[in-house]
């Protein structure tokens, strides 16, 4: 938790920077423009289909803080159970914990109403894993056992492009800062648990671990809160 504690706070200082930056430049330009502060209030509902289906427990919120017009901070929680299928081939595997992810969008205004952003994210998980092991013999006991286990903990980067537009083509109003669009993340893992007697199959937050380079993406809806 430590080092990503560390990086939220050298994003939000990185940030103020560039908020400097851009005030001193915005103010060179045009002392009477408004400001580009906004809040972002935001939740994956993807994943909300995906629990509602009962395929997997997912739940994740976003908020990010536009400090100029191109720089943004971004924070994620998220909560996860994994059942990923034939993660152990005779018997049943859960993952589950809470994830969390900071860092800094640039983002490209396409139109008033429709933005693209790259950015990159440090995430660390906590979580525990269970299941069982069944082995049938007709020779011998059959063999049916349990385990769990628990303080697991794995850190990783994502890069991610982000696509959002408007939702309504409103220029005034509530529903003109209702957004919604798409992210796509490549995920590098950079610390996960390696226990003695069984892998470790899925990781909240970050997914199966077959590998430590993952895509992913997800669909997200968002407010916009401009100051």
Not at 61 to 78: E, S, V, W
Request: aromatic share 14%; charged share 20%.
């Amino acid at each position: 938790m430590k080092p990503f504690i560390r990086f939220t706070v050298s994003c939000l200082l990185l940030s103020f920077v560039f908020q400097g930056v851009d005030a001193q430049d915005s103010l060179q330009i045009n002392s009477s423009s408004k400001s580009n502060f906004s809040i972002i209030l935001a939740t994956d509902y993807g994943k909300l289909v995906t629990t509602a289906a009962k395929l997997d427990s997912r739940y994740e919120f976003n908020l990010g803080i536009q400090f100029t017009k191109h720089i943004r901070f971004t924070a994620d929680y998220g909560y996860a159970q994994l059942s990923p299928s034939n993660a152990i081939e005779n018997g049943i595997y859960i993952s589950t914990g809470n994830y969390y992810r900071a860092g800094l969008d640039y983002l490209i205004n396409i139109s008033p109403k429709t933005h693209l952003s790259l950015g990159s994210m440090y995430a660390s998980s906590a979580f525990i894993d269970e299941g069982t092991v069944e082995i049938k013999s007709e020779i011998w006991p059959s063999l049916n056992e349990r385990f769990e286990r628990d303080g697991f903990s794995a850190n990783w980067v994502e890069f991610v492009l982000t696509s959002e537009s408007s939702i309504f083509n409103k220029e005034t109003g509530f529903i003109s800062n209702l957004y919604w669009g798409i992210k796509v993340r490549l995920r590098i893992m950079i610390e996960k648990p390696t226990p003695e007697q069984l892998d470790i199959y899925a990781i909240p937050g970050f997914g199966r671990t077959f590998n430590n380079l993952v895509p992913a993406l997800n669909l997200f809806a968002a407010y916009k809160i401009n100051r």
